[in-house]
């Protein structure tokens, strides 16, 4: 990749929970050069804002990362819902899938897919409930995240919806904006990077924080003080900002930063564990290898 391929490098913070606005939600900008900023301080976003916002007030050429799963495992038993006739053959139609069943959830929640009497099979749901098909432990894992675990972190599988660390509501979620996002904004890997215009990767906010020199375990920020040590070491100006500042605004500054020291490593755009199957059903974490 060209070392001024993109002009502006953007990290989103997503968030699965129920309800309309989300302080989970933190959106980070930087240029080539100086600080990253939050953009819109002080604002509460919603799912839809988000959207919004990518489709109507991206800066040109813009990288962004989405903290979220864009798939659901598929490569490990060669499809994301076996035994369900309806189950998708790639990620696009997965999110159609996503969207279809929870078109009537408000908030781009995804509450109806994951009750539909088949999906829900897959998953671990709260209240103990658990599909009869979900793998036991941490549940299934995309091939990006068996890398992931290879590389010493702690992913969870997306169709786990329970606990702190889970990852599958913001990845359901997230889908139904990807699928409003297609064709609009091209999304990594599922299309091939243009030569100009902006990308949307998906990102895990603890890549960056390692390459920070954040302690695994230890790698969420929450004073303005950890954040600004953790910029100073990728080689980032300082945030400028003030304390109180949530681990999610931190987690968005630090790796918009990131994401501009790292966006021209051809190798990050090319992992060796990503075929062309593995890209079209389930994607990739950039960052990963």
Excluded at 11 to 34: F, K, M, T, Y
Excluded at 69 to 83: C, M, S, T
Excluded at 89 to 118: C, I, K, M, N, Y
Aim: net charge positive; proline share 7%.
């Amino acid at each position: 990749m060209a070392p001024d391929r993109f002009r502006h490098f953007s990290a989103i913070d997503w968030s699965g929970a129920v309800g309309e606005r989300q302080p989970g939600i933190a959106v980070a900008i930087c240029g080539r050069e100086g600080a990253p900023a939050l953009v819109r301080p002080g604002h509460v976003w919603s799912r839809a804002d988000v959207g919004g916002w990518l489709c109507d007030a991206l800066p040109p050429d813009t990288l962004v990362g989405l903290d979220l799963g864009a798939a659901l495992p598929f490569v490990d038993r060669g499809a994301y819902f076996p035994g369900w006739t309806e189950s998708p053959a790639d990620a696009r139609a997965l999110w159609r899938l996503v969207e279809r069943w929870s078109a009537a959830d408000p908030h781009l929640a995804a509450t109806g897919f994951v009750a539909h009497e088949q999906a829900a099979r897959h998953f671990r749901r709260h209240g103990g409930r658990v599909g009869d098909l979900f793998e036991p432990g941490r549940g299934r894992l995309r091939v990006t995240e068996r890398a992931q675990a290879a590389a010493g972190l702690n992913p969870y599988s997306n169709l786990n919806l329970v606990g702190a660390a889970q990852v599958g509501k913001s990845s359901l979620t997230g889908m139904r904006v990807l699928h409003r996002l297609s064709g609009t904004i091209a999304i990594w890997p599922f299309d091939r990077v243009p030569a100009t215009g902006s990308v949307i990767v998906e990102i895990y906010t603890t890549i960056a924080a390692l390459a920070a020199g954040r302690r695994k375990g230890r790698a969420k920020m929450r004073t303005v003080a950890e954040l600004d040590a953790a910029l100073a070491a990728i080689g980032s100006p300082p945030a400028g900002i003030a304390d109180p500042v949530t681990d999610h605004q931190c987690d968005a500054l630090l790796t918009a930063a990131w994401l501009r020291t790292v966006a021209h490593d051809a190798a990050l755009w090319r992992p060796a564990g990503m075929t062309p199957h593995v890209a079209a059903t389930e994607g990739w974490t950039f960052g990963i290898g």
